[in-house]
């Protein structure tokens, strides 16, 4: 491909795509970008997955460093973490910052997907749904997610309705929510593009990425597909841009998922932030200006010219 097309540029996609491009811009000596640079490696042993002195952790370090010090360019997910490589002496002129993005029309509300998609779960005309996204466990809460879920559930009572939509075994997650005491609970997995219509069936959100040492570095994906639904998101503190995003727009709110009081308080602002008038287009109109896909253009136009 590389003796065919003779490509000036290659950009790869994360730390193991970065780890071939590397190879091929030594070989032929392309400049490279690198997008979504992340600290995989600090994620998977801040989660206790990897032992620090075990080989997957040190080998994906070292591709880190390899790439942080080889590519021409590197994409990071927040700002926290282009300052920490800049602090590590790596060039401002070779980092920049992209968010996780999305098709925001693709996720937009629809109040019609709303209608059926609720009647065909079951969920009640007065209910208030929270919606889960995503895998339990690792660098995401585990216990605590469903301890989260199930302080929202006692606290709007009869109207509080779990959405879980995960990989994971329903059976497990049901017996699960239940012993936290979510009695009024969807799970399932669903393709990609149904992901919308379910998301504009619910009125809160939560991201359960966990807020350790290294998650000022990452970008949950999760949230700007709930924002572009319009959906406030319960998020920890730490995590990314996001936290603080959340904080400053009102996208959400930013809470302890591990402390009951701090929790209970927390769904109370949330579900107040849903019921504002307006508040679905405004969370939307956020997501439409910060994290839709249309910035790829001018944000790559920015990065070849500066190659």
């Not at 997955?49 to 080889?70: D, H, T, Y």
Request: hydrophobic fraction near 45%; glycine fraction near 8%.
């Amino acid at each position: 491909m590389m003796s065919e097309y003779s490509p000036d540029v290659v950009i790869a996609r994360g730390v193991p795509a970065g780890n071939l491009a590397l190879r091929l811009k030594r070989r032929h000596r392309v400049r490279l970008v690198i997008e979504s640079f992340e600290p995989h490696a600090r994620y998977m042993r801040d989660a206790g997955v990897w032992s620090p002195s075990g080989p997957k952790f040190m080998i994906q370090a070292l591709l880190e460093w390899r790439q942080r010090s080889g590519a021409d360019h590197l994409v990071c997910l927040s700002t926290a973490f282009r300052d920490e490589l800049l602090g590590k002496g790596v060039d401002p002129a070779r980092v920049s910052v992209m968010p996780c993005l999305v098709d925001t029309a693709a996720f937009a509300f629809d109040s019609v997907a709303r209608a059926k998609t609720r009647e065909l779960l079951g969920i009640r005309g007065d209910d208030v749904v929270i919606v889960h996204l995503g895998k339990f466990g690792g660098v995401y809460y585990d216990d605590e997610a469903f301890f989260a879920l199930g302080e929202f559930a006692s606290r709007l009572g009869e109207q509080g309705f779990v959405m879980v939509l995960t990989p994971h075994d329903p059976e497990t997650v049901r017996r699960r929510a239940s012993q936290w005491g979510i009695s009024k609970l969807s799970v399932g997995s669903v393709e990609h593009d149904e992901v919308p219509r379910h998301l504009a069936a619910a009125d809160v959100a939560i991201t359960s990425v966990r807020p350790l040492a290294s998650s000022a570095a990452c970008s949950p994906v999760k949230d700007a597909e709930y924002w572009a639904n319009g959906l406030p998101v319960l998020i920890s503190p730490g995590i990314g841009d996001d936290a603080d995003l959340t904080s400053q727009h009102r996208l959400g709110v930013v809470a302890d998922l591990t402390d009951r009081t701090a929790l209970g308080s927390a769904v109370d602002e949330l579900v107040a932030i849903a019921m504002e008038a307006g508040s679905r287009d405004r969370i939307a109109a956020f997501a439409r200006a910060q994290r839709d896909v249309a910035q790829l253009d001018s944000h790559y136009e920015r990065i070849l010219a500066g190659l």
